[in-house]
């Protein structure tokens, strides 16, 4: 049975680790964002506050290159029950 790969934002990403790699993805973002608006005082406003493992699910958006079909097994990946997990 093949771990479905589904993408990559710094590393392939892999259907087993999924929930994993974006909980780490939206932490590290949210500390980045708190150094950035501590060291803009006056210009809070710019740097985005909350940041959650689904936001890195919306394609429109680029933060994770999704693949439609696994390249291992070439098998559609069905991107709606994935969303639901996280």
């Known amino acids: 049975?093949?771990?479905?790969?589904?993408g990559?934002?710094?590393n392939w990403v892999y259907k087993s680790d999924i929930a994993q790699v974006l909980k780490n993805e939206a932490y590290s973002w949210n500390n980045h964002?708190?150094?950035m608006?501590?060291?803009?005082r006056g210009n809070e406003k710019l740097?985005?506050?909350?940041?959650k493992p689904s936001v890195f699910l919306d394609g429109r958006k680029g933060y994770m290159?999704?693949?439609k079909f696994c390249p291992s097994c070439g098998e559609k990946i069905n991107?709606?029950?994935i969303k639901k997990a996280i």
């Open 1 to 6: 049975m093949c771990d479905h790969t589904l």
């Open 8 to 10: 990559y934002l710094h």
């Open 33 to 35: 964002s708190k150094t």
């Open 37 to 40: 608006n501590s060291l803009t």
């Open 47 to 51: 740097m985005k506050e909350d940041y």
């Open 65 to 67: 290159n999704m693949f």
């Open 79 to 81: 991107w709606k029950d």
